[in-house]
């Protein structure tokens, strides 16, 4: 089976820096990737990793141990816009398998 | 990056009537598309992956009577929600994965979701 798990909430503050956690079990690893999702609307593409290793993209970044089953999403420089939710997906054999999801409240 | 559309956006229906939701890529082939639901505030469920001339693989727990999958074409799969109740209403999101051109990371390409009501 699939198993994947996130903190379910998470508040910070604008300006500071955050970290989702992520672990997965799964039956095969083709890639882990992260989105961003805001209330009514679908999710939009933060990163992909399928190596070990971190992944910058401007304010934000991925970071992947497959030995450990584990990732996170760095988030810096917080703005308020960044309030979402953050899923955490792990593609094990051409679909998507979705972790339930982080709800992230910056507050000024 | 790739665009996929969904059709409607927004529908309210009254209970025992069937609603038709259209998932389209527009500048790619998608030989698989995936339905997903989504409930308030939890995380998208995988209903099905809906292959091109082929039937949908359903997810365990979901009905396959009651949401028909068809992915007529490389471009279109259409989820039709059968004799819907007011437990159906959700959020229905599709996605597409392109297999050619330039989707090094293999991404899934989501549409805007459809917001389904049911009376």
């Given at each position: 089976?699939?198993?994947i798990?996130?903190?379910?909430e998470?508040t910070?503050?604008?300006?500071?820096?955050?970290?989702?956690?992520?672990?997965?079990?799964?039956?095969?690893?083709?890639?882990?990737?992260?989105?961003?999702?805001?209330?009514?609307?679908?999710?939009?593409?933060?990163?992909?990793?399928?190596?070990?290793?971190?992944?910058?993209?401007?304010?934000?970044s991925?970071?992947?141990?497959?030995?450990k089953?584990?990732?996170?999403?760095?988030?810096?420089?917080?703005?308020?816009?960044?309030?979402a939710?953050?899923?955490?997906?792990?593609?094990?054999g051409?679909?998507?398998t979705?972790?339930?999801?982080?709800?992230l409240?910056?507050?000024? | 990056?790739?665009?996929?559309?969904?059709?409607?956006?927004?529908?309210i229906?009254?209970?025992?009537t069937?609603?038709?939701i259209e998932?389209?890529s527009?500048?790619?082939?998608a030989t698989?598309?995936?339905?997903?639901?989504?409930?308030?505030?939890?995380?998208?469920?995988?209903?099905?992956?809906?292959?091109?001339?082929?039937?949908?693989?359903?997810?365990?727990?979901?009905?396959?009577?009651?949401?028909?999958?068809n992915?007529?074409?490389?471009?279109l799969?259409?989820?039709?929600?059968?004799?819907?109740?007011?437990?159906?209403?959700?959020?229905?999101?599709?996605?597409?994965?392109?297999?050619?051109g330039?989707?090094?990371?293999?991404?899934?390409?989501?549409?805007?979701?459809?917001?389904?009501?049911?009376?």
């Amino acid at each position: 089976g699939q198993n994947i798990d996130q903190p379910t909430e998470m508040t910070a503050t604008e300006g500071a820096i955050v970290q989702i956690n992520c672990t997965y079990q799964t039956s095969g690893f083709n890639g882990l990737f992260w989105y961003q999702q805001h209330a009514g609307e679908a999710p939009t593409f933060l990163s992909y990793n399928v190596l070990d290793g971190l992944e910058e993209k401007g304010r934000f970044s991925s970071f992947l141990s497959r030995s450990k089953g584990y990732s996170y999403l760095l988030l810096k420089e917080l703005q308020m816009k960044d309030s979402a939710s953050y899923l955490c997906a792990v593609d094990a054999g051409n679909m998507l398998t979705f972790g339930g999801g982080t709800r992230l409240m910056v507050k000024p | 990056g790739a665009v996929v559309s969904q059709h409607p956006s927004r529908v309210i229906c009254k209970s025992g009537t069937s609603v038709k939701i259209e998932c389209r890529s527009l500048d790619f082939q998608a030989t698989t598309m995936f339905w997903y639901r989504q409930f308030p505030k939890q995380s998208l469920m995988l209903m099905a992956t809906s292959n091109e001339g082929s039937k949908a693989t359903y997810e365990q727990g979901v009905e396959k009577d009651k949401f028909l999958i068809n992915h007529a074409s490389l471009t279109l799969s259409t989820l039709t929600v059968t004799s819907a109740h007011p437990e159906d209403s959700s959020f229905y999101i599709c996605s597409a994965r392109d297999r050619g051109g330039e989707n090094l990371n293999n991404e899934q390409f989501f549409g805007p979701g459809t917001r389904l009501t049911v009376l």
